[in-house]
C-alpha cells in the first residue's frame, strides 16, 4: 500500500500536470478565436467563387472552342488525393478521425490513388501504411497565407493537366462548431459543372469569352479551395485541442482530489494507530 508520502508526491505530479494542460488550454483558445473568424470570413469568398465557376463551366461551348483542361473528365487511372492533417497530437481524436477517413476512402477506390500529405499526422499514418506519398508538406503554421499554400495547389494542377491524376480529392476536417469538427471529402478536379436551366445558360454574355475568364480563374479556384481547407483544419484543430486540454485538466483535478481523500484516509488512519498504541501502552503500565 502506497505511503502518505508517496501519494503526497503523486498529488503535486497531478496538479503540475493539470497547470500544463490548463495553459495549452488557454493558448488554444486564443488561437481558436482567430482561427475561427479567419474560417467564417473565408466561406462566403469560397463558396461564391465555387458559384461562378460551376456557372461559367455550364455554360455552352462556341463552335471549335475546346473545353479547358481543368474541366475535363476522362477515364479514371489514377486518383489524387490531399489529406491536410495536424502537424501536432493533443487534439483528441481529431488525428484519428481524419486518418480514418483518409483510409475509408483510399479502401473504396478500384484504381490505385497517389496522395499529397500536409501535416505530420497525415505523412506518418501514409508512411505507415505504405500509401503512394507524392509529398509532404508540414510547419506550415497556425496562420498559412494563400501564397504558403500556392505550391500545394500548383503541383495538385500540374499532376492533373499531366495526367499523372484523372480525380483529385481533398479530405480535411471541417470546422462545424467549437465542440464539433467533421472529416469531409471533397472533390476539387475535375470542376463539376452547375445544372442550369435554358433560361440560365443564356443569360450572360462572357468578354472576352468562357474559355478565356475560365482560364483565368480556375487556377484561382483551385488555390482558394486549397486555401481555405487549410484554415478549415486549422479552426478545427485547434478547438479540438481546447477541448481535450479543457477535459484534461478537469480530469487531473477531480484525480488530485480523489487522491487527496485517500491520502487524507491513510494520514486518520495512522493517527488513529497510534492513538491506540498510546492508550495500550498507558493502560499496561497502570495494570
Same mark, same amino acid.
Given at each position: ?83 491536410? @492533417? ?17 483510409? #475509408? ?67 480535411? @476536417? ?37 474559355? @478565356? ?58 493517527? @488513529? ?8 501502552? #498507558? ?5
Amino acid at each position: 500500500m502506497p505511503s502518505v508520502r508517496d501519494i503526497r508526491r503523486r498529488i503535486r505530479s497531478v496538479e503540475n500536470t493539470g497547470k500544463v494542460t490548463n495553459a495549452m488550454s488557454l493558448i488554444a483558445a486564443s488561437k481558436m478565436r482567430r482561427a475561427q473568424n479567419s474560417v467564417l470570413q473565408g466561406r462566403p469568398y469560397a463558396e461564391k467563387i465555387y458559384e461562378v465557376i460551376a456557372h461559367l463551366a455550364a455554360q455552352p461551348a462556341e463552335d471549335g472552342e475546346a473545353l479547358h483542361p481543368l474541366l475535363e473528365v476522362r477515364t479514371v487511372n489514377r486518383i489524387g488525393l490531399l489529406a491536410i @492533417t495536424p502537424d501536432r497530437g493533443l487534439a483528441g481524436g481529431m488525428h484519428s478521425n481524419i486518418n480514418r477517413r483518409v483510409a #475509408q476512402f483510399i479502401l473504396d477506390q478500384s484504381v490505385p490513388t497517389r496522395s499529397i500529405a500536409v501535416g505530420r499526422k497525415g505523412r506518418d499514418f501514409m508512411a505507415r501504411y505504405g500509401q503512394d506519398l507524392l509529398a509532404v508538406f508540414a510547419d506550415l503554421g497556425d496562420r498559412p497565407l494563400v501564397v504558403d499554400t500556392l505550391p500545394i495547389s500548383r503541383m495538385l494542377i500540374d499532376n492533373f493537366l499531366a495526367g499523372e491524376m484523372d480525380e483529385v480529392y481533398i479530405v480535411y @476536417t471541417r470546422f462545424v462548431s467549437t465542440m464539433s469538427q467533421e472529416p469531409v471529402v471533397q472533390k476539387l478536379l475535375p470542376v463539376t459543372p452547375a445544372e442550369l436551366s435554358a433560361t440560365d445558360r443564356s443569360g450572360y454574355i462572357y468578354e472576352p469569352d468562357t474559355l @478565356t475568364v475560365l482560364g483565368s480563374l480556375l487556377p484561382q479556384f483551385v488555390d482558394m479551395e486549397v486555401y481555405h481547407a487549410m484554415l478549415e483544419s486549422i479552426a478545427s484543430e485547434q478547438s479540438a485541442r481546447m477541448v481535450a486540454m479543457r477535459n484534461a485538466t478537469d480530469n487531473a483535478k477531480s484525480l488530485a482530489d480523489d487522491l487527496t481523500l485517500v491520502m487524507n484516509k491513510l494520514r486518520q488512519d495512522s493517527i @488513529t494507530n497510534e492513538l491506540l498504541d498510546l492508550v495500550g501502552g #498507558q493502560i499496561a503500565l497502570e495494570g
